[in-house]
């Protein structure tokens, strides 16, 4: 071993890469660029679809930063192969922590959300922890400082999601319609609290008639607006979810 060991220095300026298989996602025409920066080495990839970039500290000890300036959630999961339950099951020993941040979630070119969480693994379980949000006018956050907004996914032969999170919206019209459901709901102020609600399978597996999904929710200054048939489908799915 050397006594003064000298790291490698390079810069990568914009490889086309023309077809590439990313974990389960097929990158097609994008770009990456490469550059050993003071902390450690900066990853960047440039897709339309898909942008962003990872930095991997030379102290090993640190988790990686993944910054995503943007990523079409509808554009990617047409070409990606979701991970469902019945897959074969997948080893948290190898995943390395990182602290993920996303600037700018869309589809087909809609900005609708944004968001930070901590990806970690631990004894067979992957950890989405410390999540914070905002989707479609819902904001997730933490239901207290001890109970922060958590999703695990237990990677056992028998696959299992839990789920702890507390969500708010100021406008429960508008994101009933960023989702595509009917706005039967009007109100200046949500608060729904999701506590230890779980699955089996994994994350994508995730049913609301398969589920269970223990809430509460307040709504201030709302009311329930008037309805037509088309609205019958989000009611039976209130009365399953006993509200």
């Keep these: ?28 025409d994008a770009r990456f660029f490469a550059s050993d920066k003071l902390t450690g080495w900066q990853l ?19 988790p990686i930063a993944l910054a995503i300036d943007n990523i079409d959630i509808e554009k990617v999961m047409s070409k990606a192969r979701v991970i469902k339950s019945d897959s074969t099951p997948l080893s948290s020993d190898a995943l390395p922590a990182v602290d993920v941040l996303v600037h700018n979630i869309s589809a087909n070119g809609q900005s609708f959300g944004s ?6 693994s631990e004894e067979g379980v992957l950890q989405f922890k410390d999540i914070h949000a905002v989707v479609h006018q819902l904001e997730f956050g933490e ?27 100021s406008a429960v019209d508008q994101a009933l319609v960023g989702f595509e459901l009917p706005p039967m709901v009007v109100s200046e102020s949500l608060v729904m609290d999701i506590n230890d609600a779980h699955w089996a399978g994994t994350p994508a597996d995730f049913s609301l008639t398969e ?29 399953v979810l006993n509200i």
């Excluded at 790291?7 to 097609?28: C, E, F, K, P, S």
């Excluded at 898909?50 to 500290?57: E, V």
């Excluded at 589920?211 to 037509?228: H, I, V, W």
Aim: charged letters at 25%.
């Design 1 to 28: 071993k050397a006594e003064n060991p000298q790291r490698l220095i390079a810069d990568i300026d914009g490889i086309h890469i023309r077809n590439l298989d990313l974990y389960g996602y097929t990158m097609q």
């Design 143 to 169: 239901l207290s400082k001890n109970s922060p907004c958590i999703l695990q996914w237990h990677l056992a032969e028998n696959q299992k999601t839990d789920f702890t999170c507390r969500i708010r919206s």
């Design 211 to 239: 589920s269970y999904l223990p809430l509460t929710f307040r709504l201030d200054d709302g009311y329930f607006a008037e309805m037509d048939s088309s609205a019958t489908d989000a009611l039976k799915i209130v009365s």
């Design 115 to 120: 968001g930070r969480f901590l990806l970690r």
């Design 44 to 62: 960047r990839l440039e897709q339309q679809h898909l942008s962003g970039s990872l930095l991997l500290d030379h102290q090993p000890d640190v």
